[in-house]
Every structure is written in C-alpha cells, then in structure tokens.
C-alpha cells in the first residue's frame, strides 16, 4: 500500500503542506479548528509518520540498539539471549521502538558499531551486555553522552543504568546444597574469566568452598560453548580426585557435562551431581532433567528496556535488581557416592 504524505493531506484538506505540517506535530501557526480537521482527514487516510523523517529533523530515532561480542553459532545454542531479547522486543514494541541488534566478533567492533550508530542518528540509547571487568564500551558511551544501560550489576557514577541479579547470593545457595548432599569435592566450570559477572561468580563459588573447609576451589574458565563445557568435564573426570558435583555457568555446557559423563561410563546422578547455571527448555529435554539456577529471562529483558526507555524520556538513571536466581531441583542431582 502506497504510504500517505502530508501533500495529499494538504490536498483534501484545501490548505498548505506547511499548515499540515504544524497540526500533524502539534505546532502553532493553525487555528484549531484546520487542527481538527486535518487531523480527522489524516486518520481516514490512515496517515502514520515517518520515523525516519522525524529522525533526520532532529526528533528520535525511534530504536535503540544492542551489539553482542559473541560468536554468532554462539546465540543458535545458548536460549538465554533470546529470551532476553524476546523480553525487551515486549517491552519495546509497546513503545512503538525498534532494536537494532548486531553480532560482533569483539569488543573493539562493538565500540566501532557504537560509535557509527550514534553518529548516524540510528538509536536512541544501548543496551550493553557482556560487560567486562574493564570494559571499553563504557568510556565511550560517556565520551558520547548515549542513554545506555547495563545489563549486569550497577557500576561507577550511576550515569548509567542498571539492570542486574545477584549472581554471588545464587552460588553460594547452589554450594550450600550440594553440602547439604553430602558432597565435598565440587567443581565449577565457569565463563569467560574478563566478564565481570564470571568473577562475581567464580569469587562466590570460591568463598563459599572455603567457608565449608573443602579445601582449594577447582575452577575450569572456558568460553561457554558446548565443547569447551564438554573439555572441561572430561579433564576433570579423568583426575584420581574427581569431583563429585560440578556446577556450570550456563545450560549449554551443564547439557554437554551429561554426554561426557556417559561417554566415560560416569552415572548422573550416582557418581556425578550436574547443576546449570542458566535453566531453560534444554534442562527439561535431556535426561536426567538438570537441577539449574532458575529465573525470569524475559522479565529481565523487560526491565532493562524500561529503565532505558525511561533515560531516553529524559528521566534519571535508576538501577533495578531483579529476583535472586532459585534453584530448580531435578534427577541430575543427588546424594554424594558412599565413600
């Protein structure tokens, strides 16, 4: 269907494309009456505006934008970005707002992609995930003045806003469980070690092994993928001191754990407790079903595009903490082996 224009308004309504112009943006210059009346015509018309004009004249750009340094397979097998991002679409396109989502190989390219999108007029604001311990983007976004908001705890000044969980409160719970079972050689097979929220983690998964007196923590740091999930497990099934439970940053390695442990003749649960860090549909597929850490996705998607569209408003930043992750307990996880 052929977009309206503002002419053919001005044509049906018997004034001037300027006269359309003021009462379509709500600007002086008409009598209310021509207001009423051209707003009338362009409703039959079914007259929308054009984002991309408005943009140009110095209005919004309508989007805002979200550029992942992740391997792109990466998002084919991890549900957890698109839950996420099924989680902002919901809030965003309430909001007649765009996303405008690019894949990176690195943080270098995400700073890049930052930098051409605001100069272009593209987004309104970022959503930053993946946030490393010292990371690039944020020096930039400030030097830029780009609403923007974190994905992950609160960091700085608080120019920037924050949508977050406690990350170290959900591992010392998963710790405190499987000592509960009986076990006393744990594991954990964690992230990529420059993301802050692996070493959130990974400082929780190691207090709260010392705080037990289990000895030195055993981390294995990989790159979130299946196979390096499944690289991890069997170099720490193949020790004469294997451990009995072993805790994974996300669903996807934890869902590789459980093909290495048959591979080697290991039994889940009997010799081997496995526990997720992420849950999703891939925990209820496989079987033994996997004990994971359990929250809402999609509402954390929600929440960060609020809080960022509440920037673009104008409003200040404000930092939302979601509900601490929860255990969801399943079969792959059960008493420590006698012995």
Not at 188 to 212: E, K, M, Y
Not at 256 to 264: C, G, K, S, T
């Amino acid at each position: 269907m052929k977009r309206v224009t503002i002419g053919e308004i001005a044509e049906r309504a018997g004034v001037s494309t300027g006269a359309v112009s003021y009462a379509l943006n709500g600007r002086p210059g008409v009598s209310e009456e021509t207001r009423r009346r051209i707003l009338e015509i362009a409703d039959r018309l079914g007259w929308r505006p054009s984002l991309a004009a408005r943009s140009l004249s110095g209005s919004r750009a309508h989007s805002v934008g979200l550029v992942l340094a992740r391997p792109a397979d990466t998002l084919g097998v991890e549900p957890f970005f698109m839950r996420f991002i099924s989680g902002l679409e919901r809030e965003l396109s309430g909001q007649r707002t765009g996303l405008l989502l690019q894949v990176v190989a690195d943080h270098a390219a995400a700073v890049e992609a930052i930098r051409l999108w605001w100069a272009e007029r593209r987004v309104d604001g970022l959503v930053l995930t993946d946030l490393y311990a010292q990371d690039a983007r944020l020096p930039v976004v400030a030097e830029l003045g780009v609403p923007a908001v974190l994905a992950g705890r609160p960091r700085g000044d608080g120019a920037l806003g924050a949508v977050w969980a406690d990350d170290a409160a959900a591992v010392d719970s998963s710790v405190d469980y499987l000592v509960a079972l009986g076990h006393r050689r744990i594991a954990r097979v964690a992230g990529l070690p420059a993301l802050d929220h692996t070493q959130v983690r990974v400082a929780a998964f190691r207090a709260a092994v010392l705080r037990h007196g289990l000895g030195e923590p055993r981390v294995v740091e990989t790159d979130y993928t299946p196979e390096e999930g499944a690289r991890a497990t069997r170099a720490l099934l193949s020790r004469p001191d294997r451990p009995t439970a072993i805790l994974y940053d996300n669903d996807v390695m934890a869902v590789a754990a459980l093909n290495v442990a048959q591979e080697m003749g290991v039994a889940v649960p009997g010799e081997l407790s496995v526990l997720a860090g992420d849950d999703s549909q891939l925990c209820v597929l496989v079987r033994p079903a996997l004990t994971a850490l359990s929250w809402d996705i999609q509402a954390y998607g929600l929440h960060t595009a609020r809080v960022l569209l509440e920037m673009v408003d104008g409003r200040p930043a404000r930092s939302h903490q979601e509900r601490t992750p929860v255990l969801t307990v399943r079969g792959s996880t059960a008493a420590a082996p006698a012995g």
